[in-house]
């Protein structure tokens, strides 16, 4: 497997101070040279922790694929295909949210999803659809020509340790199978940290882990490039 690492909250850091420490370019040197195989970055509407410049920034400087987590808007639609990631992840987004509550419902917006993915693909940009481990949602997934989904692990992140730990994780290996059979390639992402990792190998084919909040929190104390490295070693 391998590690996306989303530094928005390295972002989300300078932002509160409002002037340019920590550089958010910086975090993307530091985690290509660590070894991520994707720098991801996720550009909100009300642009609370990256911002355009940071997106210009990292396409200018950053060899490593930029993995783009967005909502499906117009605004952002034209973005992506005039700044040309190497993928769009595509998220859903509600203002009031503190992080990305739960997955897309492309079940109940399968045309509008499949005509917005239409332009990316144009552009030569991957699209994955960051959606729950639900039946109908990878079936939807399917319809739409995603090229990969990523699978919000933040159920099971919530569940661990817990009763439904078990029950939580069962989804995620279900929805993964399923999703591979229908040609899906397969992400997982959300909440994910040092303890629980170690269960992704547990689900067959997981191409790539997107991971931020744990990663840059034990950097606060570690580094970056080491809480990088600490997290590859758990996942390869
Ligand atoms: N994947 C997606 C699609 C996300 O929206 C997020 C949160 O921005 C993550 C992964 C990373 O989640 P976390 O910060 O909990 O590791």
Redesign the pocket.
Known sequence: MELGV?I??VATLRNARGGVEPDVLDAAIIAQRAGASAI?I?LREDRRHIKDSDLDAIKKNIKTNINL?MAATKEMQEIAVKNKPYSC?I?PEKRQEV??EGGLDVYSQEEYMRKFIEPLHEAGIVVSL?IDPDEKQIFSAHKCKADFI?LHTGAFANAFGTEHEKEEFEKLKTAAALAQNLGLKVNA????NYENVHRMHEIDGLIEL?????IISRAVFVGLEQAIEEMKDLIS
Request: aromatic share 4%; with cysteine; glycine share 14%.
């Open positions: 989303n928005d909250h991801t996720h987590e992840c998220v992080t990305t960051f990523e992402g959300h909440g994910l997107n991971i931020g909040h744990s």
